[in-house]
């Protein structure tokens, strides 16, 4: 079948298809879009949350530095109270403490601790201890439970990072987030990413207009500190329940996410906070990374979906658009294509009935030649038998001679006509064909020259050449150059090739024979000589009456085998040339 018939199926149903996955894609990408929607929602609800919740813990810090400014020696039971009644557990979860912290001179350390072991702390003490610029005190810290008495008395400003932070809240008056910290609250268990959030306490309660009157002005700080694997959770249940239920999250501390930086993951919830924590089970299908600034530093919140958000993705719609579309496609190519096929199959049918009447019909054709050709061939035969027996009796002297020559020749005819059964294992050589055909009719010494390269002859160009040679000889011998004892013939030939094509050109020339008159028709000889050349071997013949011989040339178009070369391998590159006698 013709591949050519199916196009027209083909393309429909790839327009079919197309339009199918088109429609698919579109629904796709609407659930995606709704689905992608709702985690940027999730997301803005988180961000906004952090910001918010710590800007309330700012006011807490605020409402600790006010405290402080009305009782500037406040006691210890003050501090206990006045943390009681903020009620930190209930609304501003997840607070490690918060504490107040005093700023110290060398001098005044030891004069320090005696009074805070006075005043009922007999364990205080001042830490770490040596000599540097400036000094800080951990005086109170609520609530004061194991975690948070491991670390009192401790001195900050000692620490770089929490040091960067006291320094400026000091110098902007405002509220200063640490970079990420290991508290002095843990031991070695359960260790969490920590930060500590300063507001600065300057004398006489009120905010120095510039940096260096803050600096001197500066008395303490109220902070607030925070175990992030204890506050984002709490804070998360608190405002946006459900939250790590749909998001992957994870903080980290400065503007690049790196492992070294990270603040939280929620998977620290269910591994323990080891490092470093196992990979995600699977990729989220969404994920952003968003920048904030808290308390004048930065933080990274990555977010990603987890199933039960992205399990919003309602692809039912798409699938079954998907499925529904290409068996519809399928289903009208599959009738179009049946279409084509029957008609496939009925144009074969008419093409194969047309060529089976055309192949009857040349049959018929080839049996009336081939029954006038025997026809035509017996009567030559006698022609030829008598013409060489004339011939052969006039330069015989004796009966002897005579007997000899004549079944010579008679041989010859009789292997003339062997080459009308070709043997498909043999292809002769044109030059050693034609003298082999020709032989019998050559009877006197130059009758014949032949002149040409090497070519090869087909089986089926042998057997319609010789037909060509044979009818050509007749005419001869009956009428032409060898109907005279002086009578000669040139038969010569080329090849010319070129590229994969050749064209072998053969010229029959008579010369010194009796004069030539053109015939007023063509007779069975010229048509048999038109049917091998022009029909047999699709090539062409021409024939010129001139007066001192007639003339044939054929041109025949060949399927070039073999190189130039190899068609011609004589040695010396000449052209062969024979004479008969």
């Known amino acids: 079948m013709r591949f050519r018939a199916y196009i027209p199926t083909l393309l429909i149903m790839l327009l079919l298809l197309g339009a199918t996955a088109v429609a698919s894609w ?93 005043a009922g702390r007999p364990d205080y003490r001042f830490n770490p201890e040596g000599k540097r610029d400036e000094y800080t005190a951990i005086v109170y810290l609520e609530p004061e439970n194991w975690r948070n008495t491991r670390a009192v008395g401790y001195d900050m400003f000692s620490e770089p990072r929490r040091r960067a932070a006291m320094e400026r809240a000091r110098d902007t008056g405002n509220a200063a987030l640490s970079r990420r910290v290991s508290l002095m609250q843990e031991t070695g268990e359960d260790v969490q990413a920590g930060a500590l959030v300063y507001m600065p306490v300057y004398a006489d309660g009120l905010v120095p207009d510039t940096v260096e009157a803050r600096r001197r002005a500066l008395t303490g700080y109220v902070y607030g500190v925070f175990r992030m694997q204890d506050f984002i959770p709490r804070v998360i249940d608190r405002n946006l329940p459900g939250t790590l239920q749909r998001l992957h999250v994870q903080i980290y501390d400065g503007a690049k996410p790196t492992e070294a930086d990270l603040m939280f ?226 038969l010569s030939w080329r090849d010319e090739i070129n590229g994969a094509e050749s064209t072998v050109y053969i010229v029959w020339q008579e010369r010194n024979g009796p004069p030539v008159l053109a015939p007023s028709a063509s007779g069975f000889g010229t048509n048999v000589m038109k049917f091998s050349i022009e029909r047999g071997l699709r090539g062409r013949i021409t024939t010129s009456f001139d007066p001192s011989g007639v003339r044939h040339e054929v041109e025949l178009p060949r399927t070039s085998g073999a190189t130039p070369a190899e068609r011609h391998p004589s040695a010396n590159g000449e052209d062969r040339q024979n004479h008969r006698n």
Not at 30 to 54: G, H
Not at 286 to 307: E, N, Q, Y
Request: proline share 5%.
């Open 265 to 490: 993951d929620d998977r620290m919830l269910t591994h323990g906070g080891i490092s470093p924590l196992p990979p995600l089970g699977r990729v989220p299908l969404f994920t952003d990374s968003r920048p904030i600034t808290v308390a004048g530093t930065d933080w990274t919140i990555v977010l990603g979906s987890r199933p039960v958000l992205e399990e919003m993705v309602d692809r039912s719609k798409a699938w079954m658009a998907l499925l529904g579309g290409t068996l519809i496609s399928l289903l009208i190519a599959g009738i179009v294509g049946s279409l084509a096929y029957a008609a496939e199959r009925n144009a074969a049918a008419e093409q194969e009935l047309s060529a089976e009447v055309a192949e009857r019909k040349r049959a018929q054709e080839q049996a009336q030649l081939a029954n006038r050709e025997l026809i035509h061939r017996v009567k030559n035969i006698l022609a030829i038998v008598t013409a060489i027996a004339s011939q052969t009796a006039r330069y015989s002297p004796t009966v002897e001679s005579f007997n000899k020559a004549f079944r010579e020749r008679l041989s010859s005819l009789a292997r003339v006509h062997d080459l009308l059964r070709p043997d498909p294992a043999h292809t002769p050589d044109l030059g050693s064909f034609v003298n082999e055909i020709l032989a019998p009719y050559c009877h006197w010494q130059g009758a014949l020259v032949t002149s040409g390269p090497p070519v090869e002859v087909t089986q089926n160009e042998a057997v319609l050449l010789s037909l060509l040679f044979n009818e050509l000889a007749t005419n001869a011998t009956k009428y032409g150059a060898w109907s005279v004892p002086s009578g000669q013939v040139t």
């Open 26 to 118: 579109l629904l796709f990408s609407d659930a995606t879009d709704k689905a992608r929607r709702q985690f940027e929602e999730q997301a803005n609800a988180f961000e906004n949350l952090m910001i918010d919740v710590m800007r309330s813990y700012q006011q807490v810090l605020r409402a600790g530095v006010a405290a402080v400014n009305a009782m500037p020696a406040i006691t210890r039971e003050q501090w206990r109270f006045f943390i009681r009644d903020l009620a930190i557990d209930d609304f501003y979860p997840g607070t490690q403490g918060i504490g107040y912290v005093k700023r110290l001179r060398y001098e005044e350390i030891e004069s320090f601790v005696e009074e805070q072991r006075r």
